[in-house]
């Protein structure tokens, strides 16, 4: 949107070098990647700029709010041991605004921010979509072979089909965790995508192969053309949810279902190769903590409703 | 080719003329009219009253609107009328009415969803071509955006419409329901300066409203606007005044109380509606329903749509406010690739979602 409006960065972070990039751009925050304290220690910051079709007393109540209730959840989860960005500063005001009467004008610069740790890796519906196009290309590669020879290659198929599905079930089973993780740390994620949840590599892993590819270089092209075993490390790694804008506070079994269930329907639209393995996902996340099952039983309820009620005129 | 349209699904009761031309010249309002069941302060409107007042008008209205177009009923190709949503009483009154001409003038019928009966008509008048559709009115709050021949609801309250919510704020204060009680809503919170905190509810696409309306309601009751008396005070200077206490606290007025509302609301249909624009990745906004004529609501969709580089639609109270020239819109529109609704299917229905309608007139 090239004649779309872009507020301008806090004042703090207009002199940095090198100047923070726009990753992302949602209807409400900005996100930027930009380095803390040193410049190669990579970090995100998010900003949500102020609204002027809202009253301001009501913007700067709602930005207030709405980072603090995201720092708050963070700070929670990560105190619990979840994997999730660590919070490095935050301000809810925005910084030029000195609650000066007359700068009314001028308060649509910059607007409350949230700096959090970068998390570097590729997000697992980036992972799922790879592997859904090395999936078909496996299978079309098979193809002529099994009408040729069908005795020979089914028991064959059938070990590249089980590693392959222990592979997914395993990324699967650590998605679970994460989640179940969270729910058990008294926190909703809210908007629970495969864009929100990163697959990051595990630190000491990644001394060891630092020469070997990185994960988020592999395009989508290259591993169409690259079916190797290198792709096979791709679901190696530690899961860590990720944009807590949404997020919220509870421990009501409704909540956490209807969580699971946002989940549930984004990997069946995103990735409907994945749909037979979501079961991997649950059974995980039951283990995780007491509740559970509980959840899962409510899991069910939420399906059966859907989400909308027939509108009354 | 010429449509009537009879519109009837609340407290208005509407009936329109419009002609399509063979040329493919614009379309034409030939007639508009409208006659409104007005509740006494301090109460709705009650379904058995307004069916009522729409059987007692409908002949009349009929009459009048095709002497206005200066239509003989030979010329007359379809009549169409509201099948939902709506409230049921007065739904049924129009859909009697409508089959009775359709017999007399052996014309055929056209049912038409009220809902999208309102995007056709604000898409004719603004010209709006793809824009995503805020649909504010008493009944009613949805936003909506076109695709592969549905208008898919993206985001929808989770309770209670917000006219719905403004109107019984008006009830509360027993401001007067003449003409509308929303546009007095409007007119008293054009006095208001003082914004006190109200809840605010948006859950990713969709809101709610009536834990609004009950923190609202709760206020007025605490500073005594609900009283019977207290109907009159809302115009004088008792009424706009804030009045500072000792210990620093100041009462707010029941204009506050409604600038308040109106601002709290709007924001947060201005924010699903934003959401909405992002998500789809459009940058027009249409608004419809009565409630899309406030103007405020349009100066704070136009301040957010002009961030985003788009530009915002919206309508005058004639065709905003439920009117029977949308239904003749949306009606011949389905006319014209075929449909028709056989006398013995000619029902109305409380519940009929926006998205049922198979949208054939558009690619």
Redesign the interface.
């Known amino acids: 949107m090239e004649s779309a409006h872009i507020p301008p960065l806090p004042s703090i972070f207009m002199h940095t070098n090198p100047s923070p990039t726009l990753i992302a751009q949602g209807a409400e925050a900005h996100l930027y990647k930009t380095s803390f304290l040193t410049p190669s220690t990579p970090a995100a910051l998010k900003i949500r700029p102020s609204k002027p079709y809202r009253h301001p007393i009501l913007d700067r109540r709602l930005s207030r709010q709405r980072i603090l209730h995201e720092a708050r959840c963070l700070v929670k989860l990560m105190r619990e041991g979840v994997l999730v960005p660590g919070v490095l500063a935050l301000d809810w005001e925005g910084s030029n605004n000195n609650n000066n009467e007359n700068d009314a004008g001028n308060q649509q610069t910059g607007g409350a921010w949230l700096l959090m740790e970068w998390i570097e890796g590729p997000s697992v519906r980036l992972v799922l979509e790879k592997w859904e196009v090395w999936m078909k290309r496996r299978l079309q590669l098979l193809q002529p072979l099994e009408s040729g020879s069908p005795k020979r290659t089914e028991p064959l198929k059938c070990v590249e089909e089980q590693e392959e599905e222990e592979r997914v079930r395993d990324l699967m089973r650590k998605i679970g965790y994460a989640v179940g993780s969270m729910h058990k740390a008294g926190v909703i994620h809210g908007d629970l995508t495969t864009s929100n949840i990163i697959l990051r590599k595990n630190a000491i892993k990644d001394r060891e192969n630092n020469n070997s590819e990185r994960l988020d270089d592999i395009t989508i092209a290259d591993s169409v053309t690259a079916v190797g075993d290198e792709e096979l490390q791709a679901m190696d790694g530690e899961i860590v949810l990720i944009d807590f804008g949404l997020a919220g506070q509870s421990t009501q079994e409704e909540d956490r279902a209807v969580d699971l269930y946002v989940l549930e329907r984004a990997f069946g639209s995103a990735h409907p190769r994945t749909e037979g393995y979501f079961g991997a996902l649950l059974q995980a996340y039951r283990e995780s903590f007491k509740g559970a099952p509980n959840v899962l039983r409510k899991l069910e309820e939420v399906r059966m409703r859907g989400r909308k009620r027939s509108m009354v005129g | 080719m010429i449509a009537i349209g009879l519109e009837g699904?609340?407290n208005k009761l509407g009936v329109g003329v419009m002609r399509h031309p063979d040329d493919d010249s614009p379309a034409q309002v030939l007639s508009n009219i409208r006659h409104t069941f007005v509740s006494p302060p301090g109460e709705g409107f009650l379904p058995k009253d307004t069916a009522r007042h729409h059987r007692a008008w409908v002949v009349k209205l009929v009459k009048q609107a095709l002497k206005e177009a200066k239509v003989d009923v030979e010329e007359v190709d379809c009549i169409c009328y509201t099948k939902?949503?709506?409230?049921g009483a007065p739904l049924q009154s129009v859909a009697v009415a409508a089959r009775m001409l359709s017999l007399l003038w052996g014309k055929e019928l056209v049912g038409v969803n009220?809902c999208v009966g309102h995007i056709e008509m604000g898409r004719y008048i603004t010209g709006a071509t793809n824009p995503i559709v805020l649909y504010v009115s008493g009944?009613?709050t949805?936003v909506i955006a076109y695709s592969s021949q549905r208008y898919r609801?993206f985001g929808?309250t989770l309770d209670i419409a917000v006219g719905n919510c403004l109107d019984r704020f008006a009830r509360t204060l027993r401001i007067s329901n003449d003409p509308a009680p929303g546009y007095n809503i409007e007119q008293l919170a054009k006095k208001g300066k003082l914004?006190v905190?109200l809840p605010?509810t948006v859950k990713?696409m969709d809101c709610s409203f009536s834990g609004i309306l009950s923190a609202v309601d709760a206020l007025a009751a605490l500073w005594g606007f609900d009283k019977e008396d207290a109907a009159n005070d809302h115009d004088d200077a008792k009424g706009v005044e804030q009045t500072h206490h000792a210990d620093g606290t100041v009462k707010p007025t029941s204009a506050d109380l409604c600038f308040s509302l109106q601002?709290?609301v709007f924001?947060m249909l201005?924010?699903i509606t934003?959401?909405a624009?992002?998500?789809v990745g459009s940058?027009e906004v249409l608004i419809v329903g009565g409630v899309g004529c406030n103007e405020r609501l349009q100066?704070?969709?136009g301040?957010?749509a002009?961030?985003?580089?788009g530009s915002v639609h919206a309508t005058d109270e004639r065709f905003c406010i439920d009117n029977g020239i949308m239904i003749a819109q949306a009606g011949l529109l389905a006319y014209k690739t075929g449909l028709r609704t056989p006398l013995e299917e000619s029902t109305c229905t409380?519940?009929?979602?926006?998205d049922d309608v198979l949208v054939r007139w558009r690619d």
């Open positions: 699904s609340a939902g949503p709506g409230m009220h009944g009613n949805q609801i929808e914004l905190d605010y990713g601002e709290t924001a201005v924010e934003e959401r624009m992002a998500h940058k100066e704070m969709m301040i957010m002009r961030d985003r580089g409380q519940r009929f979602r926006t």
